[in-house]
């Protein structure tokens, strides 16, 4: 005769048993990577240029092209500018936030960008020579990002 023997635990440590599995829980969902996605999380925003443009780094012709905010550890904002398909990669650069576009600004500044719509502001180039990009306002962000170039890049 086989004796089976059950064993059921008690009340209490079945409460630290699933606290022990909500904890385990909690901590691998923390340190899984994210997954980019192309929406209001990274500011994704296809835009085409009529002219050749400058970026910190590199020269972009005439044509479409996507900016992304990359998700960073740091607390740089970085911007990767690729072509529409995100095949090739032509610039991946460093921002600030600038707060020209907060509702404040708008009120004082008649230059101010406009609030939901995607802008671009340029620093002045001699002639002959593409734009450099300063500044990109993503639409209903109350900031937006400024390029950090070379003093020698501008």
């Not at 002219?51 to 972009?60: E, F, K, N, Y």
């Not at 209903?140 to 390029?147: C, I, K, N, R």
Request: proline share 6%.
């Amino acid at each position: 005769m086989a004796w089976r023997m059950h064993i059921i635990p008690a009340e209490g440590e079945m409460k630290h048993l699933l606290r022990f599995v909500s904890c385990a829980a909690l901590m691998v969902a923390a340190f899984l990577p994210r997954v980019a996605r192309a929406d209001d999380f990274n500011d994704m925003t296809i835009v085409k240029f009529s002219s050749a443009v400058r970026v910190p780094g590199a020269t972009l012709a005439a044509g479409t092209y996507k900016f992304q905010v990359l998700e960073t550890a740091a607390d740089r904002i970085v911007v990767k500018i690729t072509n529409e398909t995100e095949s090739h990669t032509f610039a991946t650069v460093i921002a600030n936030r600038n707060y020209w576009g907060t509702p404040a600004a708008h009120r004082d500044d008649p230059l101010a960008p406009t609030p939901g719509k995607t802008e671009f502001a340029f620093y002045e180039s001699p002639a002959g020579q593409p734009q450099a990009v300063k500044t990109w306002f993503y639409p209903g962000q109350s900031f937006g990002f400024e390029f950090v170039y070379d003093k020698s890049d501008r």
